[in-house]
């Protein structure tokens, strides 16, 4: 089942680049994190630092996991997250949200230290593909 996963998150990977790159983006594989895989760096010009996208991509509509000790913004490791649900289907979706958003979204695990983002908190018609609000002086 490894294999799905990883086809999943190459889909979810691949919609977020797509639609990035149609919208003049410059995209770019990060390296040096533990996310690596699914984390990209997007540019529009020389005059800004990359921006980081944290692609998470879902077969159905599952909650996306964050990880531990998560106390504010400066914590997350990326500007923007894409989460696709549906990623294998003909009708993706994908919901972005910056790192304020993920903050004010998130819950910790009641059973352990991690910090989730579940599906009722992040489907919503505010953040679903709105692709265009991602800009270089407001991550």
Same mark, same amino acid.
């Given at each position: 089942?490894a294999?799905?996963k990883i086809?999943?998150?190459? *889909?979810?990977l *691949?919609?977020?680049? =797509?639609q990035?790159?149609?919208?003049?983006w410059?995209?770019?594989?990060?390296?040096?994190? &533990? @996310?690596?895989?699914?984390?990209?760096?997007? !540019?529009k010009?020389?005059?800004?630092p %990359?921006?980081l996208?944290q692609?998470?991509?879902?077969?159905?509509?599952?909650?996306?996991s964050?990880?531990?000790?998560?106390? +504010?913004?400066d914590?997350?490791?990326?500007? =923007?997250?894409?989460?696709?649900?549906?990623v294998?289907?003909?009708? %993706?979706?994908?919901?972005?949200?910056?790192?304020?958003?993920v903050?004010e979204?998130? &819950? @910790?695990d009641?059973? +352990?230290?991690?910090? =989730?983002?579940d599906?009722?908190?992040?489907?919503?018609? !505010?953040? &679903?593909?709105r692709?265009?609000?991602?800009?270089?002086?407001?991550?």
């Open positions: 089942m294999s799905n086809r999943t998150a190459q *889909a979810g *691949a919609y977020v680049t =797509w990035l790159a149609r919208r003049d410059a995209v770019l594989p990060a390296s040096g994190t &533990k @996310k690596a895989a699914t984390l990209i760096q997007i !540019k010009d020389d005059y800004h %990359p921006l996208v692609s998470r991509a879902f077969s159905g509509q599952n909650a996306v964050l990880g531990e000790n998560i106390t +504010g913004p914590q997350l490791p990326f500007d =923007w997250m894409a989460i696709t649900i549906n294998r289907s003909d009708t %993706p979706a994908c919901f972005l949200l910056n790192r304020q958003d903050i979204r998130m &819950k @910790k009641p059973g +352990g230290p991690c910090y =989730w983002v599906p009722p908190r992040y489907i919503d018609q !505010k953040y &679903k593909e692709w265009d609000e991602i800009n270089e002086d407001n991550p």
